[in-house]
């Protein structure tokens, strides 16, 4: 391609030159192996055309997976955000559990002392009642 266009600009180069009379094959042949000398064989080019084609179509599929990762990796923050609110709420309603056990067990303490200090007062009186007058 370069090659096509090098050879296009020594070409009107060369009518140029002539029109004018001199010689231009020295100096045509001298920008003609400038100009090789800055660009590539072909089979080298097409190579490098070949190589960064495979990097730019691996580079999708890189890419292309990253999306999916991170698309998923949204997906879980959401489940896990989801799971903790859940997981706070349970906590707070084991603690109000907790609490409401907590009080539940201390009035049956007291309701069982209470029956126990009950019994004892009817096995008082029920003792006296059996005692033999004095």
């Not at 084609?53 to 997976?65: F, I, L, S, T």
Request: charged letters at 35%; aromatic letters at 2%; hydrophobic letters at 40%.
């Amino acid at each position: 391609m370069r090659l096509r266009a090098s050879t296009c600009l020594v070409l009107a180069a060369v009518s140029a030159i002539t029109a004018c009379g001199e010689d231009p094959v020295p100096k045509l042949e001298s920008e003609r192996a400038a100009l090789l000398e800055k660009t590539r064989p072909k089979a080298e080019f097409w190579s490098e055309v070949e190589r960064k084609g495979g990097y730019a179509k691996e580079k999708a599929g890189v890419d292309k997976e990253i999306g999916a990762i991170e698309a998923q990796m949204a997906a879980l923050q959401a489940e896990h955000d989801a799971l903790t609110a859940a997981l706070e709420q349970s906590r707070s309603v084991n603690a109000q559990a907790d609490a409401l056990l907590a009080t539940r067990r201390a009035e049956r303490d007291r309701l069982e002392r209470e029956v126990k200090e009950r019994a004892a007062t009817l096995e008082h009186y029920a003792a006296r009642r059996e005692a033999p007058p004095s």
